[in-house]
């Protein structure tokens, strides 16, 4: 493919991996969504960039990513709590976040580390990368899609179609980031907990611990108590990010994209899909809050996020 | 009795249907998935993303931004009312899936003959003499669980589960058995390798086995292993021409 832009990965950081916003429809199967963690933001990568919204782009963790133009040139955009930096023959450029970045042949960017959100995307215009049931993102557990169903190695070389790319673009400001509690659902299981469990879920703080990864967040603070010891363990039904589960020792494990898709242990609570993303980006050591919501209420903040992220992108101008 | 309906937030609407793992709350659960399926085939469930089944409900996953709970509910209400034999019949199939028992292929079926107590022979016989329904999906993409494994080969799972677990290994774990699709950390007893693969992303039907489907193992020689692997990698051999016509 001679007339593509390539793009080698130079340093991966901790974890990354190609995805987009999810596969969808086969669950059934036991394929987990998978997707961004933080939707929006990939998103607005990918609008910075010029790509479309729900194309593929790369989400990394924790520490720096570093790419070089191999061919041709390559427009990227890039989101996240990070600072970026253009390096071409010799110089280097300091870029901030929330805005795109054009490489020429040998130009290395780097990104991050994502601080204080562990999460962090560059997006890529013209990214070409093989959708399998119907979406490029990385199944790490079947092995499939994104790059080879793997996080990114060194040496990896990433294609996209060639420009022309147009004017850079940028948001005239990062997103206004809430400091709501995160909204959560009581159920399905809450009726497998003691009295006094929701209450100490909604009234205590929790910390992130450091074996949060994409598949859940576990946290750290007071347990929940089941309602008995044969109330520890359900039937395995079908569990979705957001749901929050706790197992025999009464910490809670809120679900996140790349969850299986039945599981055994009660959930007390599931939380609103408009405020998961703002845990699930919380890096280990972040405290979190819950706050008690209905379901009507969780379906009225996805309609008022949804707002707020179609606003962000329509304020992304030209620079 | 009357199923009951459960949120997980504004993603899903669970129909819970019962408690347990049967084959009778199979067949419930298969006919009402498959009703809500051909809804949503026919574009009747506006905002429903997808439908999946377990041992006991039916989880609804929706778009909060194109419908809601309460919309949902009014529109399943008289789809939870179809009685179960008036819903289309789940299209299940019947395999018969060749394993190569112990040795290499199956590192636990010693100390699984030892627990029960019986010969290696006899576990062997017992694993392969039952029909085993396949109740649902999950763990892994294509990983099926399947019961009910005979009453005097239940055992709990390994105290230490192992960090890998070969593609294809079939193993046991109280009155469930199963093959992992891919290599994966497992803690069930491996008492087996069955060479047909379970999950493949681009097939249309990318995984092999649905709940509701009926599935036999039938012990073969390490030789008839390699012919069907060698059989099945070169193409001369369909998985789909496994199950019974």
Known sequence: MTDRARLEILSPGVLATVQDLGRRGARRFGVPTSGALEPAWLRIANALAGEREDGPAVEFFLAE????????????GIAGDVAAQVERAGEREALGSWRSATLRRGDVLRVGPPR????????????????????????????????????????????????????????????????????????PQDDHFAPGALERLFGSAYAVTA??????????????????A????????AIVPGAIQVPGNGLPIVLLADCQTIGGYPKIATVASADLPRLAVLAPGAKVRFARASVEEAEALAREREAEVRALLGAIRPI | MAPRLLSLADRALVVELGDGISRPMLARVSALDAVLRAELERGGLEGVVETVPSYRSVAIVYDPLRTTRAALERRIAPLLRVPDDAAPAPASRTWKLPVLYGGAAGPDLAAVAAASGLSVAEVVARHARAT????????????????????????PRRSEPRTRVAAGSVAVAGAQTAIYPSESPGGWHLIGRCPVPLFEPRRSRPALLAPADRVRFEPVSQERFRDVEAALASGRLDPEELAAP
Not at chain 1, 230 to 237: G, H, L, P, R, T
Not at chain 2, 132 to 154: I, K, Q, S, T, W
């Open chain 1, 211 to 228: 074996t949060s990864d994409r598949m859940g967040t576990r946290l750290d603070g007071p347990p929940l108590a089941h309602l008995g």
């Open chain 2, 132 to 155: 085993y329904a396949v109740y649902v999906l999950g763990f892994l993409p294509g990983f099926a669980y399947m019961g009910d494994v005979a009453p005097e080969l239940r055992l």
């Open chain 1, 65 to 76: 990513i570093a790419l070089r133009a191999v061919d041709g040139e390559v427009r990227l």
């Open chain 1, 116 to 187: 204080p959100a562990r999460v962090g995307y560059v997006a890529i215009r013209g990214l070409v990368v093989e959708e399998v049931l119907g979406s490029a993102s990385t199944c790490v557990r079947g092995a499939f899609g994104g790059m080879e169903g793997r996080p990114l190695r060194r040496g990896d070389v990433l294609e996209a179609r060639p420009g022309p790319h147009g004017a850079e673009r940028a948001l005239p400001e990062p997103p206004r980031r809430s400091a709501e509690p995160i909204r959560a659902v009581p159920g």
């Open chain 1, 230 to 237: 044969a109330s520890a363990e359900i039937v395995s039904d």
